[in-house]
């Protein structure tokens, strides 16, 4: 019943689903037509499924069989089994009487066992003495193996002895019996300590015996190798008997390498010899005596110490284990101990990196798996020491960067002469950051740790922000000390130029640093909005613009008063001076911009050129109502207008040949000098017919999006033929008819404001 209701519940879902399915396939009249292409398409797709799940159930059905058949073969094995069993128990009804006639025999076996032991012990006794001074002789004569097969000889009947005796307890009437064997093979315990002192020697030395003995070496580990077989005999025998002697298990191939640790720690000790109050490179000097010590014994245990140990010891594995732990031991405690300063937290840093070089461990003739070494700092230390170093290297470089700054801005204040380097004047200001953040760079590199790259670039990032405010504020501060009232100062444009430059090769730099460092950085990230490098670049790229801006407001200081001031009033219109003067004045200043960049020459072309836009926009806005700075005047004459526009349009002819003549040698100056708003305004002005009018106003709304109505009417009021009223009923609407929509999300491109519209409407404070 439950199956019928899940079977009736996924058909009714299917059906839904390919509803569903057509109704979005099929939803308009030409998909209706593909109607034929589906229904094929989906019975070669049906037909597919079938063949494929008869092929699931006829591969169901063999494994199916075949379990069938191991089935039958495991039932047939148990019943095997059971009938053996049966048997077995069978036979063993027919002699199980055998059990008490052989006890007899069993404990007349073990009676001879112990016979033949107390034989060879009586022997053994008698020969304790002559035993020990052979032992005695054979250890002097350094004769370690048969010194030992001696004490093996004197042990042997001591715990067999023993071993009868039972284990020393309270309820253990031998107990006297026990002291009296111990005091009679009291001996034997004395030449033990002097044999394993003999043996530990020569583990302790084991370097420099290999050298010149290995077979004392060789001697010494086949004697720890049986000791470590009679531990594991007698762990055996305690688990049969309960008996075990109390000097065992000895556990000397442990104290071995226990040994062999202690060496270690104790040469690392031995080459910490420099301290802080005695060598300023105390830390580094340490390190290069540790590096050099363990050099020259790697290469001893690889050569001469590793054929003598047994291969399970995996000595040399085991030598460098031991010294990379014995290093991390020491450096934790300086850690601990707030021994280290500043850079030495670096050197430490770098050093757990460097030690896998192959100047130490990753040398190709160790042959060492570098990747299954463990690390020297555990992640508490070296994130303390990380944290340490970073602090270090910001408050350093923080400093840098100020005293780098303040230096140079104290030659600015001396009026030191720039540096002409390719033509353009510049500072030392790029050329010092550079070199500091390359080299800091560099020994973060061999840090090798994603971590500490990032958290340092984070760091140089952010310091380099604060660089740029702070680069920022001198220039505003060595602009306010030399400006000059009314008259530009050389010292101001030329400081600009270099400063300029400086922000280009900053730039420059930075990218630099970037695709040569940060190698962590996505691909499809470089140049993108999340580009820090890009960003920062960005704000050198506005600093320097800024320098440009400054060099402007200089020159402008040499035109503004008696050239500026009076364009396209009545006095301009009978002085044919002014022009000239302008153009001349702007040749002079272009002379000493030829040590500027190409394009920042460019930019400051275009620059200049908004700025004259400016000022003759504001005299073609001189009557605006809300500004009382500008002069007011209309040519209400036909003539006087005439006379007006002529002089317009020929200076504008000369401006737009002069900055041609002046890009010409410069990069990408195609199309960069539009005086087209200039020329719509003069035609507005100059037109004669007032009905066409309105074409000539939609031109320049349509050029000049942002023109306000204030503005036009201030443009219209030069005519001194058109009255608010009339402007109103005639042309206002102009501004709101040919004003540009908003650009939708298919493409549509937004009309850019016409630069110098934007800066006079800045400077009247027009919204």
């Known amino acids: 019943m439950e199956s019928t209701d899940t079977l009736r519940k996924l058909k009714e879902q299917a059906e839904t689903n390919a509803l569903k399915r057509l109704q979005s396939e099929f939803s308009t009249p030409d998909q209706l037509e593909q109607i034929e292409q589906h229904i094929l398409r989906n019975e070669k797709t049906k037909n597919m499924i079938e063949s494929q799940l008869k092929s699931a159930i006829q591969s169901h059905f063999i494994s199916v069989n075949s379990c069938m058949d191991q089935l039958k073969e495991i039932n047939q094995n148990i019943n095997e089994v059971k009938n053996t069993i049966y048997s077995i128990q069978e036979e063993y009804k027919t002699i199980s009487h055998l059990e008490n006639t052989l006890g007899e025999l069993r404990k007349e076996a073990t009676k001879h066992k112990q016979l033949k032991s107390a034989k060879e012990n009586v022997q053994n006794i008698l020969n304790v003495k002559d035993l020990a001074k052979k032992a005695e002789q054979y250890i002097e004569d350094n004769n370690l193996l048969l010194a030992h097969k001696c004490l093996f000889d004197m042990e042997k009947c001591k715990n067999d002895i023993l071993e009868e005796l039972g284990n020393p307890s309270e309820n253990n009437h031998n107990i006297d019996d026990i002291k009296l064997v111990e005091e009679f093979f009291k001996k034997v315990k004395q030449l033990q300590e002097i044999l394993h002192s003999n043996i530990f020697l020569v583990i302790k030395r084991m370097l420099e015996v290999s050298k010149s003995y290995p077979n004392q070496l060789v001697t010494a580990l086949r004697v720890i190798s049986r000791e470590e077989a009679l531990d594991e005999f007698w762990m055996k025998k305690k688990e049969e008997t309960g008996f075990a002697p109390s000097d065992r298990p000895k556990r000397w191939k442990e104290e071995c390498k226990e040994t062999i640790k202690r060496t270690i720690e104790t040469k690392i000790q031995g080459c910490w010899i420099d301290d802080r109050e005695t060598n300023e490179k105390w830390f580094s000097n340490n390190l290069a005596r540790i590096n050099s010590r363990f050099l020259e014994d790697l290469e001893i245990v690889k050569k001469l110490c590793e054929p003598c140990f047994p291969p399970s010891y995996k000595i040399f594995d085991f030598y460098v284990e031991n010294i990379i732990i014995s290093i991390s031991n020491h450096f934790h405690l300086l850690l601990d101990s707030n ?25 190709p003739r160790f042959d060492i798996d570098l990747n299954k070494l463990p690390n020297i700092l555990d992640d508490d230390h070296y994130k303390f020491s ?233 005299g073609f806005f001189q009557n605006l109502s809300i500004t009382k700075m500008l002069r007011k005047c209309q040519f209400t004459d036909l003539q006087e207008r005439r006379l007006f526009t002529s002089k317009v349009e020929k200076e504008v002819a000369y401006l737009e040949d ?17 005086f087209e708003s200039l020329k719509l305004m003069n035609k507005i002005v100059s037109s004669d017919d007032l009905d066409f009018l309105y074409v000539e106003i939609a031109s320049l709304v349509k050029k000049c999006p942002s023109l306000t109505s204030e503005m036009l009417f201030a443009l219209l009021s030069l005519r001194g033929d058109v009255s608010r009223s009339e402007y109103k009923e005639k042309f206002e609407d102009c501004i709101k008819s040919e004003a540009p929509a908003t650009p939708s999300k298919t493409g549509m491109k937004e009309i850019k404001v016409d630069e110098a519209l934007f800066i006079l409407k800045k400077e009247l404070k027009i919204q």
């Open 339 to 363: 021994q280290l300063k500043d850079r030495e937290f670096y050197i430490l840093l770098s050093w757990s990196e460097a030690y896998k070089s192959e100047d130490f461990l990753g040398s």
């Open 386 to 618: 990380l944290d340490r170093y970073l602090e270090y290297t910001n408050s350093n470089i923080k400093m840098w960067f100020q005293n780098t700054l303040s230096k140079n801005y104290n030659e600015w204040l001396t009026n030191k002469e720039p540096l002409l380097i390719d033509g353009c004047y510049e500072s030392n200001i790029p050329n010092d950051l550079y070199s500091m953040l390359f080299q800091q760079l560099t020994f973060t590199d061999l840090v090798k740790d994603d971590r500490f790259f990032k958290e340092f670039v984070k760091y140089i990032l952010s310091n380099l922000n604060i660089f740029h405010e702070s680069l920022r504020g001198k220039l505003f501060d060595f602009k306010t000390c030399n400006s000059k009232p009314n008259e530009p100062s050389n010292e101001i444009i030329t400081r600009m130029i270099a400063s300029s430059n400086d922000c280009l090769r900053l730039k420059s730099s930075i990218l630099e640093l970037r695709d040569r460092f940060d190698t962590f950085m996505d691909k499809d990230e470089i140049g993108g909005p999340n580009d820090k490098y890009e960003l920062l670049g960005s704000k050198m790229t506005s600093l320097s613009e800024l320098c440009l801006d400054f060099i402007v407001e200089e020159i402008i200081k040499c035109l503004d008063e008696q050239y500026f001031r009076v364009l396209l009033s009545r006095e301009w219109l009978t002085n044919n001076q002014i022009i000239d003067t302008i153009l001349n004045t702007s040749t002079d200043f272009m002379q000493d911009l030829r040590y500027l960049r190409p394009m920042s020459q460019l930019k400051f072309l275009v620059k200049w050129h908004n700025r004259i836009k400016v000022e003759f926009m504001k």
């Open 658 to 674: 002069w900055f041609k003549r002046m890009a010409s040698t410069l990069p990408d100056n195609k199309n960069v000098f539009d």
